[in-house]
């Protein structure tokens, strides 16, 4: 059963994302004009990322900060909305999660899935090999858009309280958790609220 679920969970990715390109082809020409000529750099972001059996890839996002932000201020932590490396521009895209619509092509090509544990870089806060074997469960799968911490704690919480969430849903995996978290990040998007809060937090957790 396992096995024909990840058989539909990738058809479903394959055409959920083409068709997802085509569909908000405005809402991705709007957004690359805003960043285009709000703020200097380029328009994308692409960065090195932990992928399945943590094997490394490109992830590709809008860019929200200021060109070179990982190697300024706090580098790759952003603690507050209010981190000065943040575009204008960017932190909408932020806050709305409209900044991962790029990876949807990193959907097509095979590197993310749109609903899995989100991928770390390689080197921060572990590298694969220092994650135990329990941890090492969260990259059984590919990674997604979003994912079960996503539609629950989001950033609030640490990377380590994150990881015991990824791999419950590996262990849970089926297509109707992957609708719900779908769903639960639609509503996100369209009701957006802080990334770096721990408010309602467990109620989050609980309702999903």
């Known amino acids: ?30 957004i690359i004009l805003l960043i285009k000529f709000t703020s200097k750099g380029p328009i994308f972001f692409r960065q090195e990322r932990l992928g399945k059996d943590g094997k ?32 204008k521009v960017g932190k909408i895209l932020r806050t709305t999660s409209l900044d991962e619509l790029p990876q949807l092509w990193n959907v097509v090509v095979g590197d993310m899935s749109l609903v899995g544990p989100r991928p770390p870089v390689p080197y921060h806060p572990y590298k694969y090999q220092e994650y135990s074997d329990d941890q090492k469960k969260r990259f059984n799968m590919k990674p997604g858009m979003t994912g ?20 419950e849903y590996i262990e849970k995996f089926n ?34």
């Open 56 to 87: 490394v890839f490109r992830i590709l996002k809008f860019r929200t900060m200021i060109v070179n932000a990982e190697n300024t201020g706090t580098g790759l932590f952003v603690k507050t909305e209010n981190d000065n490396r943040i575009t």
């Open 148 to 167: 079960l911490t996503q539609a629950t704690v989001r950033n609030s919480v640490s990377w380590d309280e994150r990881i015991p969430i990824d791999v």
């Open 175 to 208: 297509l109707w958790l992957d609708i719900k978290i779908i769903f639960r990040t639609l509503q996100k998007m369209i009701n957006p609220e802080s990334i770096y809060t721990e408010s309602n937090k467990s109620q989050k957790q609980k309702n999903l």
């Open 1 to 30: 059963m396992r096995k024909l679920n990840l058989f539909f969970k990738r058809l479903i990715d394959c055409v959920g994302a083409l068709v997802g390109i085509i569909v908000i082809s405005p809402i991705l020409l709007c």
